[in-house]
């Protein structure tokens, strides 16, 4: 462990945002209140095991529906949730936004079949075949629920282990033709809006909205900004096995207004990377008309990342996330970094105003990226790095709520910053709970989902 002191620069007092999770939650919720409001006023009494079945199937059918442009409206990317309420966040509410759309899919065709079988005394699989087959708008609602059903099983963390992120990303954006050979159905069959036309603008208009949404922020804002910045590849530098920084370099970068902690997806103009966008952290704030990444090979594109020539264009999304100064409630913090997870912690403990600690957890020496740089910025600006390394026998040092009161005095009045690999980031979590850091200081940010 290796420990770097000098006087500390005077601290700055940091900017305190609120963030708007709490009321945007509220107003979710209280839409799916709206729709089943929607079914309650449409439905008289419910009469019998047929119509409480086919009445439990309209209200899964409608939330289904609302939950749908819930799912579509989360993957806008757009900047106010992925700045103030934080990328990692937004993807586990449209991963729970996919759980729930799955079940109360489910839910909806189990009650509604069983609710018509019983009506109309026939079995199951001959009510299923005649709606499908009869009724107006179902053939393509049944493809979209086929997609919708691929979408859920490629996304479940057992499955998406075993799968490329190219295969799931590619079935991921599917959502998009499902909702829309989805929606005839619901105005076409759905009972509360027929004869409704109220109910009807105010479905339209959820949609379209959510639409615009999404073609503003996945087309043409990034249409505009790469028109715009004309970025390309400068150049491509090894920082340890299996380690790379990119260098990418563009005209008028100051207007993206990105910050240390944030990143970007980026698709690289090359063959084997053109087709996907992955997320990379800048891993030293923007300079100029020059960005930098560093990743590591975790997978084929990843890997890709170090065949990279110079002048090859990029095409750049972004910048997302809310890994930056302005999270910071006190002027001490400490940065925990584990592997490749140091890339946006390296340009926040340039930067982050006051007294600044980094602890850095890696295998070995060898695998310490940007470890040079951080011992330079901790010289320059009177910080602390230091450095987590497996014994000579290959065991992990564990990290407990004791140690980490010895490495950091006052440890509970210090923000958090946290990054690496989810098991990691799992671990370090629990012990800086036990060691009575409040959980509205530790912020961490993910790119698993």
């Known amino acids: 462990m290796t420990t770097v002191y000098q006087q500390q620069a005077p601290p700055l007092p940091p900017i305190v945002r609120r963030s708007p999770a709490v009321p945007l939650l509220a ?23 047929a119509g409480w079945l086919t009445g439990a199937g309209r209200i899964a059918g409608l939330l289904c529906g609302y939950a749908c442009a819930m799912l579509v409206g989360l993957m806008a990317r757009v900047p106010l949730l992925e700045r103030r309420i934080g990328s990692d966040r937004v993807a586990r509410w449209h991963a729970m936004a996919g759980r729930y759309t799955v079940c109360l899919l489910v839910a909806h065709i189990v009650l509604i079949l069983s609710g018509y079988a019983a009506q109309d005394r ?20 049944t493809l979209g629920t086929l997609i919708l059903f691929a979408v859920g099983i490629t996304s479940a963390r057992a499955v998406r282990r075993r799968i490329s992120h190219e295969f799931w990303y590619y079935v991921h954006l599917l959502t998009y033709a499902a909702v829309f050979l989805a929606f005839g159905h619901q105005l076409a069959l759905g009972a509360e809006f027929t004869g409704n036309a109220v109910a009807q603008a105010a479905w339209y208009a959820l949609y379209l909205g959510v639409a615009a949404l999404v073609m503003w922020f996945r087309v043409l804002s990034p249409v505009r900004l790469n028109l715009r910045h004309r970025l390309r590849v400068e150049s491509v530098q090894r920082e340890a096995p299996g380690v790379w920084s990119v260098v990418i370099r563009g005209r008028h970068l100051e207007e993206l207004g990105a910050e240390p902690g944030q990143f970007f997806r980026w698709r690289f ?55 930056t100064a302005d999270r910071q409630t006190t002027d001490k913090a400490l940065l925990i970094a584990g ?25 070995s020496p060898e695998d ?9 910025i901790a010289r320059w600006r009177g910080a602390r790095v230091m450095y987590l390394l497996n014994g000579e026998d290959g065991s992990r040092p564990r990290v407990t709520p004791g140690r980490l009161h010895a490495a950091v005095p006052e440890l509970v009045d210090h923000d958090v910053y946290l990054c690496g690999p989810p098991g990691f980031a799992e671990d370090m979590y629990e012990a800086l709970r036990a060691a009575g850091v409040p959980d509205r200081r530790i912020h961490h940010e993910s790119f698993e989902l």
Not at 368 to 376: I, Q, R, T, Y
């Open 27 to 49: 107003l979710l919720w209280a839409g799916a209140a709206a729709v089943v409001a929607l079914w309650w006023q449409d439905t008289g009494s419910v009469v019998g095991t």
């Open 368 to 376: 310490l990226a940007l470890g040079g740089e951080l011992e330079a």
């Open 339 to 363: 592997g490749v997870g140091v890339t946006p912690l390296r340009a926040l403990f340039e930067t982050l105003p006051g007294e600044v600690t980094l602890l850095y957890r890696a295998r």
């Open 269 to 323: 103009r090359t063959d084997g990377l053109r087709w996907t966008s992955t997320p990379y952290s800048l891993s030293a704030p923007p300079r100029g008309n020059r960005l930098r990444i560093t990743a590591k090979a975790l997978g084929d594109h990843s890997a890709s990342v170090a065949t990279l020539r110079p002048g090859t264009r990029v095409w750049a999304e972004g910048p997302y996330g809310s890994l």
């Open 122 to 141: 026939a079995s199951l699989v001959r009510e299923t075949l005649t709606v499908v087959l009869d009724y107006p708008e179902m053939l393509k609602a």
